[in-house]
T-cell receptor
């Protein structure tokens, strides 16, 4: 089954504790992207990748890192999470975009 | 930056009614998504279109690139159509540069039985 898999689905953590949200797709898509969704602000792009080893900033990249060492994986890294990064995060791949189920992140 | 305006923000209708959601954007785009998000939070891409019209079941999407406008129509609406519908134009600069979706704030649709 074609899918985008994110893990974890839910996470509560504390300020400053590094975390990684994984994203994997099995559709051989070159393009992958991360978005965050916040009440009143809607969805916004964090980072995207056109292909392996090619990544670029979206609209709200501050406080995040990404890597694309293999085509199928595109992890989102929060090296020093802060409460303003509490949000619902979506990974997506391909065109049209296939979305993962989302990761609800709470940073205390 | 691409400004995306959706209307209406909220819409409550009776089962069977014809529904129209509108989207306008400010800059040239390569394509436009219509997305559906149910209360559980998952997002599904309904359409990606770059010209004309697409139809899938009771859903129809149209786009006018010159007027920078797109519409999503639902015929014979049903309570299971209740969801948030999001317009998302794709910015894609030829020769490289930014590539990604910008998003409208969404239309909250409720279909009452």
């Amino acid at each position: 089954e074609a899918q985008v898999t994110q893990n974890p689905r839910y996470l509560i953590t504390v300020t400053g504790k590094k975390l990684t949200v994984t994203c994997s797709q099995n559709m051989n898509h070159e393009y992958m992207s991360w978005y965050r969704q916040d009440p009143g602000l809607g969805l916004r792009q964090i980072y995207y990748s056109m292909n392996v080893e090619v990544t670029d900033k979206g609209d709200v990249p501050e406080g995040y890192k990404v890597s694309r060492k293999e085509k199928r994986n595109f992890p989102l890294i929060l090296e020093s999470p802060s409460p303003n990064q509490t949000s619902l995060y979506f990974c997506a791949s391909g065109w049209p975009q296939h979305f993962g189920d989302g990761t609800r992140l709470s940073i205390l | 930056k691409n400004e995306v305006e959706q209307s209406p923000q909220n819409l409550t209708a009776q089962e069977g009614e014809f529904i129209t959601i509108n989207c306008s954007y400010s800059v040239g785009i390569s394509a436009l998504h219509w997305l559906q998000q149910h209360p559980g939070g998952g997002i599904v891409s309904l359409f990606m279109l770059s010209s004309g019209k697409k139809k899938h079941g009771r859903l129809i999407a149209t786009i006018n690139i010159q007027e920078k406008h797109s519409s999503l129509h639902i015929t014979a609406s049903h309570p299971r159509d209740s969801a948030v519908y999001i317009c998302a134009p794709r910015m894609h600069l030829a020769g490289g540069g930014a590539d990604g979706l910008t998003f409208g704030k969404g239309t909250h649709l409720i279909i009452q039985p």
